[in-house]
């Protein structure tokens, strides 16, 4: 699977990191950043559930 | 046959829907919505859609396609006006009886209503519509009474002045959003509404509005008299439970549901703003959380499909709100009256993390314009935390430091 962020509706709510945090990360500036853009299929449920509990819809997952 | 009905096209309900086909679910699958527009998100509409930056279709929750590849019998502008627990059947409006095996209860809540205020000009904000007909009538200018301070009141009073309008906040508590986050925090709102100009007056409510026509004033019970064009009333909401009143399920300012979202009848549950659930640390409790009507939706529809589901809905609860430039995020359950302490961040500057504290125990964290460390600080909440413990997982081991202080309430 193949994580895509949309920046520019990304509003560093930080959400994803709570859902998955081994695959998303704030920095100190609470700027988002993808640890790894292709994540171990182990990951798939919590990359998943980051997905849905963005609240501005930025995050989707390919393949 | 095997029909699940979900009542309520809410997130809640959208979510289970999602949910229950995921999970897989493959018989027959019905929402019921009581107004027209296929459902939509709620925060953008007291902030990104009241400000015209966000567009109708863009709060939609999904594209009309994703409900017909689910396979979703769309029942929307239909109003459930019953419950039949013997016949395990929705009355509808009309009089049309719909069957079920299986029930999610999602219809959320709505707005109480301002005694002796039905009045043209005086809106409540709930629905996509309450929304774009608020918009409307916002503008340069235009003199706004907000009567309420809660979450909806500020984030309202926020857009309405970043639209140039005049606005007054009227709160009935010493501080905005003080009900739930106690008088600390809420003088820092009330501090920064000030700040841009906002004329924030509590401890006072509205004890009459003045009409010709339409709103020309509003009173207060400190006899002042506030002229405004119109008034935006978020005094709190009520659950939708009217349609389950003969229902015989139990009702408690909401539906009644065990740990694990299922209520006494068996195949039914609630999930949203309506459920008021057994949580298994925090008690019976109700949240009107955007994240919580998703997390509930999930779990609802988890427990209707394996009814001997073992996993109990035990959340810490997450709440967000942006007012200007702050984004204010909660986790945990805070008590008005536990202890504010600082643990990160300079007030002063709005970018602070402070914990709740309770006979030495952290509740809950509050950030302001600090997203990276509420959800580093969430997961430690789901068990009792010490509060040394909170300051030492973010590197503060010393509790004696002056950055942990106690923020004055004092009112400005």
Same mark, same amino acid.
């Given at each position: ?63 | ?45 007291s902030k990104a859609l009241l400000a015209g930056k966000q ?66 000009g005086?809106h ?7 929304s774009?007909g608020l918009m409307a009538r916002l503008g340069a200018g235009v003199r706004v009474a907000v ?6 009141g500020v984030e309202v009073a926020a857009t309405a002045w970043e639209l140039g309008c005049d606005v007054t906040l ?22 920064l509404h000030r700040e841009h100009g906002v004329d924030v ?25 506030i002229p405004v064009d119109l008034v935006v ?20 300012? +909401?539906?009644?549901?065990?740990? =694990?979202? #299922? &209520? ?6 609630? %999930?949203?703003?309506? *459920? !008021? ?45 942006d007012q200007y430039d ?23 500057? +709005?970018?602070?993390?402070?914990? =709740?504290? #309770? &006979? ?6 509050? %950030?302001?314009?600090? *997203? !990276? ?40």
């Amino acid at each position: 699977m193949k994580i895509v962020v949309d920046h520019g509706r990304c509003d560093a709510h930080g959400n994803c990191v709570g859902a998955c945090p081994e695959v998303f990360y704030l920095d100190d500036n609470d700027d988002l950043h993808v640890l790894n853009e292709h994540p171990h299929e182990e990951l798939r449920e919590k990359v998943e559930a980051a997905v849905r509990l963005c609240p501005k819809a930025a995050l989707s997952v390919t393949d | 046959m095997d029909r699940v009905i979900v009542v309520g096209a809410s997130l809640a309900g959208v979510t289970a829907c999602d949910a229950l086909r995921r999970n897989g679910f493959e018989g027959e699958l019905m929402l019921i919505g009581s107004e027209t527009s296929l459902p939509y998100d709620r925060p953008p509409l007291s902030k990104a859609l009241l400000a015209g930056k966000q567009s109708a279709a863009d709060c939609l929750l999904r594209p009309t396609e994703w409900y017909e590849q689910m396979d979703i019998t769309m029942l929307l502008g239909t109003r459930a006006t019953a419950l039949d627990l013997a016949t395990r059947a929705i009355e509808l409006e009309g009089g049309r009886r719909i069957r079920f095996e299986r029930l999610v209860i999602a219809t959320g809540a709505q707005p109480r209503a301002l005694p002796n205020a039905t009045v043209n000009g005086v809106h409540t904000l709930r629905t996509l519509e309450d929304s774009c007909g608020l918009m409307a009538r916002l503008g340069a200018g235009v003199r706004v009474a907000v009567v309420g301070g809660g979450f909806i009141g500020v984030e309202v009073a926020a857009t309405a002045w970043e639209l140039g309008c005049d606005v007054t906040l009227i709160e009935s508590l010493p501080s905005p959003l003080s009900r739930t986050l106690g008088d600390t925090i809420g003088q820092l709102c009330a501090g920064l509404h000030r700040e841009h100009g906002v004329d924030v007056r509590c401890n006072v409510t509205v004890r009459d509005v003045i009409r010709n026509g339409t709103v020309n004033a509003i009173r207060l019970d400190d006899d002042s008299l506030i002229p405004v064009d119109l008034v935006v009333v978020g005094i709190g909401v009520q659950p939708c439970t009217s349609w389950l009143e003969t229902s015989g399920l139990e009702l408690r300012d +909401g539906v009644v549901c065990d740990s =694990y979202c #299922r &209520t006494a009848a068996p195949g039914v549950v609630a %999930a949203g703003d309506i *459920a !008021r659930w057994r949580h298994p640390n925090l008690g019976l409790v109700r949240f009107e959380h955007w994240e919580n009507a998703i997390l509930q939706g999930e779990a609802a529809a988890a427990a209707v499909l394996s009814p001997g589901a073992s996993v109990e809905y035990a959340p810490v609860p997450y709440v967000w709100s942006d007012q200007y430039d702050r984004r204010i995020q909660v986790v945990g359950h805070p008590a008005p009256r536990d202890e504010v302490v600082i643990a990160d961040g300079e007030v002063e500057r +709005g970018q602070f993390l402070a914990f =709740y504290v #309770r &006979t030495g125990r952290v509740t809950a964290a509050v %950030a302001f314009n600090r *997203a !990276r460390l509420i959800h580093a600080i969430r997961p430690l909440l789901s068990k009792p935390l010490l509060l040394n413990k909170a300051l030492e997982a973010l590197g503060r081991e010393d509790e004696s430091r002056p950055f942990i202080a106690q923020v004055t309430g004092d009112s400005p």
